[in-house]
């Protein structure tokens, strides 16, 4: 078994007082440190930052925390600590970056087919406010239409999986050839196979209605674009490990 280092060991542990923040106070920790939507009251500035810390359930955490020690690890004994942790964080809000962008898209779009049936300004931020709209607009644009709209308004994203999906590629370009074992099937897959595997995967379901639970696809795919076009970055820079080191 791998020692784990310094930086990944003090990331566990503020996410485990987190979750466990969450446990005794409830949904307060998620109003205040849950990502949301930008034009949703309960945003604030520091929820990109903070969301990275938060998370649903035991199994969540559990899986997120065990992908950063086993793949976290080895890239702060190459990379040190700072860069490790700027690796990390900035992997983290590129992939709530990605997400936000997206739903951005999505609750314009429903903004703008309102507008063309005919809601007020007003009407609208009372819809989004309250889900509250008039029988005739909710027959005209259509229940499913306004439903899923309103759920990207309400959205709140949490955890660590953007930053791990980033975490992920920088360790499939380090160490390509690393054989990596299945859970289902039980078989080694190196790699530079699986992640860009787990990556389409993402974009699969992502566009697709065949998502397994509440996952934001979208924000894997950041955390892994981010994470690759920060390694391409820094090999192409040839950044020198001990200038992170201060």
């Known amino acids: 078994m791998q020692k784990i280092t310094e930086t990944v060991k003090h990331l566990l542990i503020i996410n485990v007082l987190f979750f466990l923040a969450t446990l005794v106070l409830g949904d307060i920790t998620y109003d205040l440190f849950a990502l949301h939507y930008p034009k949703n009251p309960k945003f604030a500035l520091w929820q990109p930052l903070t969301h990275m810390f938060m998370h649903g359930d035991f199994s969540h955490i559990f899986f997120n925390m065990f992908g950063l020690w086993m793949f976290g690890t080895p890239l702060e004994q190459m990379w040190g600590r700072n860069k490790f ?18 739903y951005h898209f ?21 819809f989004y406010q309250t889900g509250e709209l008039s029988y005739g607009f909710m027959n005209k644009i259509g229940r499913e239409t306004l ?18 999906y980033g975490i992920l590629v920088g360790f499939a370009m380090l160490f390509p050839n690393a054989q990596l074992m299945l859970l289902f099937p039980p078989i080694p897959v190196k790699a530079k196979i699986l992640v860009p ?40 820079q040839q950044f020198n490990n001990n200038r992170w080191d201060l």
């Not at 964080?89 to 962008?101: C, F, K, V, Y």
Request: charged fraction near 5%; hydrophobic fraction near 55%.
């Open 85 to 102: 942790i700027f690796f990390y964080l900035s992997t983290g809000i590129g992939a709530a970056a990605l997400q936000l962008l997206l």
């Open 106 to 126: 999505q609750v314009y779009g429903l903004t703008d087919t309102l507008l063309d049936a005919g809601v007020t300004s007003r009407q609208i931020e009372v």
């Open 147 to 164: 439903i899923s709209g309103l759920s990207t308004f309400n959205s709140v994203m949490v955890g660590a999986s953007g930053a791990l």
């Open 197 to 236: 595997l787990l990556i389409l995967g993402d974009l699969f379901f992502g566009f697709t209605s065949y998502s397994i639970g509440p996952i934001a696809h979208f924000a894997h795919v950041g955390g892994a674009i981010t994470g690759l076009l920060m390694m391409w970055y820094w090999k192409k």
